[in-house]
């Protein structure tokens, strides 16, 4: 009897958002068919790919620094006689194309968000053809998502479900709309057989992600056009799904159906990221944000009304060109008046090929650090306090994992706050009621509660 042929590693490397999260998983259903684990560190693999993120400051040169280091690997291996591929996908395989494979001639594939289903026919051509190098980055006619395959590999009670992808709105400073292409929603009749059968492997909380998730409209099974509303609502009705969460959301599309839904559905998590990213109309026009801070005040108050324990987090940029001392003010004015229980802040900086790349009267470094500083020591105090009201409160808990500590368990509150309790595994994947009582850095720790629980007062 001969062995069975060794298993084939790929060492997937993942950067920025939760979408690329879950491509990942998804490049990885794609190879296993195919003969491929994955495995942890690039040193014991056969293919790597970076799975890269276009969002941050240099996200390109990061990647070419990392591709040096891979050449240094591939070259060893080599010399063992191991052969070593490697392939850039993502968001900065679609924004560079070509010029990675003339910069660096180590790499066999670029492939985009929108290609990777293709992976059976890239690796079956690179055997065939051996050494020459492939590219991919169209927006194909096939939805990617007919072709991947339908299992689910979960290992865990969590899950992201990716709904829709691509955003129309052209906000002046962001690469995605050129990246990932135009809105398009997943059918969803789809998104709801996903869901079953994530709930059927153990999953409880699901995360519904698009690049602009609100603006989802998928073809319903009756054949209308459903919102995100109509959809979280029968998602609701899954059998085995309790909570659902949805990221990354615009203001503009916060329509009076999904506002109600918060009030409605007690599966929708009473957690919502929200980006506004300034205090100021005048940068927002300037950002082409397509809302101004009347608009958010008003969602905000609407969605407090339909569910008075909602918590908000948000993405703020801060030294936009032109922006001014006065403008910046307007922004800690606006985060001071709604109060976040999380959130994240960042330095403008220029994206290559976006229109605010090109606008004058850049905001000096250091006027930029002190304003972010005092942005973020705002929104830091903020979420102190946050979390402390939560402290002696009694609130329902998703448990996920074993803690770091023998005997210990950790979860998520509704509001995505880690909380550590005592307990035994047969508790992974139940909701279970937990007394808070202490406060650490920024997690809760607690115990099992028999008292019901006071979700609607942590806030
Ligand atoms: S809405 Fe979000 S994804 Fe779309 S362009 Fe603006 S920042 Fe980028």
Redesign the pocket.
Known sequence: MTDPKPAKRVHIKTYGCQMNVYDTERMLETLRPLGYESCDSQDDADFVILNTCHIREKASEKVYSELGRLRVLREEKAQDGKPLMLAVAGCVAQAEGEEILNRAPQVDMVFGPQTYHRLPEFLAKAERDGGSQQIDVDFPIEDKFDVLPRDRDVGGVTAFLTIQEG?????T?????YT?GAEQSRPAAAILEEARLLASKGVREITLLG??VNAYHGEGPDGREWGLARLARALADVDGIDRIRYT?S?PRDMDRDLIDAHGEVPALMPFLHL?V?SGSDRILAA???RHDTDLFRRIVGELREARPDIALSSDFIVGFPGETDLEFAETLKLVTEIGFASSFSFRYSPRPGTPAATLADPVPDAVQSERLSALQQLLEAQQEAFNRSCVDRTMPVLMEKPGRKPGQLVGRSPYLQPVHIDGGSELIGQIVNCRIDALRSYSLFGQISDSPSEERNCA
């Not at 400073?173 to 709309?177: E, G, I, R, S, T």
């Open positions: 955003c129309d709105k052209f906000c400073f962001c690469v995605v709309p990932r690049q602009n990354t615009h980006p990213q950002m082409n944000r």
